[in-house]
Nanobody
């Protein structure tokens, strides 16, 4: 079992930045690929970013490419999502997820563990 707890969400003006953190506990964090997803009201959960267990390979949704960066610190059992140049359309609940494979995935159903989510609101 892996427990995930997100933090760092909040209210920010368009053009601003936030850094989300996801702290993991339980089994060896370094064995899991990690992803970030988001869900806006009335919409399906969508892929944002993901990285392999080593952090060496990362992938991003086209909508956030060049603005968001996923990273991880296996010594701290934590994965981060640095979000810059935020837009109102980035407003959503952001979730981190862990996948018990070395490779990451775009698909929510391929992740085994989920955090409770953290709200990000970007005002125009």
């Amino acid at each position: 079992q892996v427990q995930l707890v997100e933090s760092g969400g909040g209210l920010v003006q368009a053009g601003g930045s936030l850094r989300l953190s996801c702290a993991a506990s339980g089994r060896t964090f370094s064995l899991y690929a990690m992803g970030w997803f988001r869900q806006a009201p009335g919409k399906e959960r969508e892929f944002v970013a993901a990285g392999t267990w080593s952090g060496g390979v990362t992938n991003y949704a086209d909508s956030v490419k060049g603005r968001f960066t996923i990273s991880r610190d296996n010594a701290k059992d934590t994965v981060y999502l640095q979000m810059n140049s935020l837009k109102p359309e980035d407003t959503a609940v952001y979730y981190c997820a862990a996948r018990s494979y070395s490779s990451s995935s775009y698909q929510p159903y391929e992740y085994d563990y989920w955090g409770q989510g953290t709200q990000v609101t970007v005002s125009s």
